[in-house]
T-cell receptor, first 116, second 116 residues
Framework: AQTVTQSQPEMSVQEAETVTLSCTYD???????LFWYKQPPSRQMILVIR??????QNATENRFSVNFQKAAKSFSLKISDSQLGDTAMYFC?????????????FGKGTKLSVKP | GAVVSQHPSRVICKSGTSVKIECRSL??????MFWYRQFPKQSLMLMAT?????????EQGVEKDKFLINHASLTLSTLTVTSAHPEDSSFYIC????????????FGPGTRLTVT
């Protein structure tokens, strides 16, 4: 079975500080994508960052970067210079492709609060 | 951009009535759209995959006759909750795939359904 685990239900960080959200996944597939989605209080799901499993280089998008450890099946998200607008639920997600495409599988989420 | 809209954003209906929720991709064509359900403080649960011009694929445990999905065009998918009951009250979110090769899903803003 393919699963995504986010072990931190809630986290908080001071504005301008750095925070890392953890995510591990389990799959026997070798072709897949990993995503971090953000869901602010408005409930709109927003893609934060994407990582292709075949790429060794960690993806970055401005203040957001990932630490992708394929062997360990770990995909953490680092948010630098945290801003109040980063307050949201963050979901790690996984989708495999190739022989039989799977569905997007979400972790249970981490609620991040950025404090002024 | 990749904008997905949903209508209505909120709906209240009486038990036994049917409710239709629309999901539109505004600036791209989507051969595949997805319908999710999100319970309070929980992750997204995939209900069904909607394919343009063909029948939807439902996840295990989702009643096909209760949650009718129609994907009539490349920019519109509808979810109809038939004979709604209070237990159907939830947040329903749709998503669409703009670039099939990236498996990246763009989400609508969601619809809050309350059945009284």
């Amino acid at each position: 079975a393919q699963t995504v685990t986010q072990s931190q239900p809630e986290m908080s960080v001071q504005e301008a500080e750095t925070v890392t959200l953890s995510c591990t996944y389990d799959t026997s597939e070798s072709n897949y994508y990993l995503f971090w989605y953000k869901q602010p209080p408005s409930r709109q799901m927003i893609l934060v960052i994407r990582q292709e499993a075949y790429k060794q280089q960690n993806a970055t998008e401005n203040r957001f970067s990932v630490n992708f450890q394929k062997a360990a099946k770990s995909f953490s998200l680092k948010i630098s210079d945290s801003q109040l607008g980063d307050t949201a639920m963050y979901f790690c997600a996984f989708i495999n492709y190739g022989g039989s495409q799977g569905n997007l599988i979400f972790g249970k989420g981490t609620k991040l609060s950025v404090k002024p | 951009g990749a904008v997905v809209s949903q209508h209505p954003s909120r709906v209240i209906c009486k038990s036994g009535t049917s409710v239709k929720i629309e999901c539109r991709s505004l600036d791209f064509q989507a051969t595949t759209m997805f319908w999710y359900r999100q319970f309070p403080k929980q992750s997204l649960m995939l209900m069904a995959t909607s394919n343009e011009g063909s029948k939807a694929t439902y996840e295990q445990g989702v009643e096909k006759d209760k949650f009718l999905i129609n994907h009539a065009s490349l920019t519109l998918s509808t979810l109809t909750v038939t004979s709604a009951h209070p237990e159907d009250s939830s947040f329903y979110i749709c998503s669409a795939c703009r670039d099939p090769g990236t498996y990246e899903q763009y989400f609508g803003p969601g619809t809050r359904l309350t059945v009284t």
